[in-house]
């Protein structure tokens, strides 16, 4: 059981727009604004996409966005391509909790 | 540009001992705030432990708490990490990763480290 939840899959067409959800508590995801977002391809090691909710590391494409709402991070990736598809895990910082960091359980996203 | 290197898979026996290494270039190892992170077969990521400048200390995530050890050699920069009392659970790709921001983000990888506990 993960600590914060993300749907296991989603998909969409070329050059669709997805978004994915990443839902925790007050402890964590909306307790702060240090929800961070990676792409996991098969066999590779995470990517970081986002990090402070909606900033973006140098070098990922501006296709890549970040939100958050309460309890509720998102992650939108626009003009999809067929390199996004990927594992994609969410995190948040929790605080002086332990583990002081918690992931999400992943989302498979599917360029159909 | 950070770049992590972390040793070759191994294969253990429950009840043993493991011990990964992560080495370091593109920066020093005091520099960088080092953490691990684990991912079963087919599983999600879970945070093990890491380095926190705020406490200045490494803090270890409960669930493995008096199993790991992480530990650094600043005179390689390298970095490791000890998970004794394996089962067959810990089986698993094994990470290091850097946060450069102090918030837990962590924006350079080590490719993996396989460890598999088998009898």
């Known amino acids: 059981q993960s600590a914060l939840t993300q749907p296991p899959s989603a998909s969409g067409s070329p050059g669709q727009s997805v978004t994915i959800s990443c839902t925790g508590t007050?402890?964590?995801?909306?307790?702060?604004?240090?929800v961070s977002w990676y792409q996991q391809h098969p066999g590779k090691a995470p990517k970081l996409m986002i990090y402070?909710?909606?900033k973006r590391p140098s070098g990922v494409p501006d296709r890549f966005s970040g939100s958050k709402s309460g309890n509720t991070a998102s992650l939108t990736v626009s003009g999809l391509q067929a390199e996004d598809e990927a594992d994609y895990y969410c995190?948040?910082?929790?605080?002086?909790?332990?583990?002081?960091?918690?992931f999400g359980g992943g989302t498979k996203l599917t360029v159909l | 540009q950070v770049q992590l290197v972390q040793s070759g898979a191994e294969v253990k026996k429950p009840g043993a001992s493991v011990k990964v290494s992560c080495k370091v270039s593109g920066y020093t190892l005091t520099e960088l705030s080092m953490h691990w992170v684990r991912q079963a077969p087919g599983k999600g990521l879970e945070w093990m432990g890491g380095f926190d400048p705020e406490d200045g200390e490494t803090i270890y995530a409960q669930k493995f708490q008096g199993r790991v050890t992480m530990t650094e050699d600043t005179s390689t920069d390298t970095a490791y990490m000890e998970l004794s009392s394996l089962r067959s659970e810990d089986t698993a790709v094994y990470y290091c990763a850097t946060d450069s921001g102090g918030w837990y983000l962590f924006d350079y990888w080590g490719q993996g480290t396989l460890v598999t506990v088998s009898s």
């Open positions: 995190s948040s910082y929790a605080g002086s909790n332990n583990p002081r960091v918690v």
């Open positions: 402070e909710v909606s």
């Open positions: 007050s402890s964590d995801v909306g307790g702060y604004n240090y």
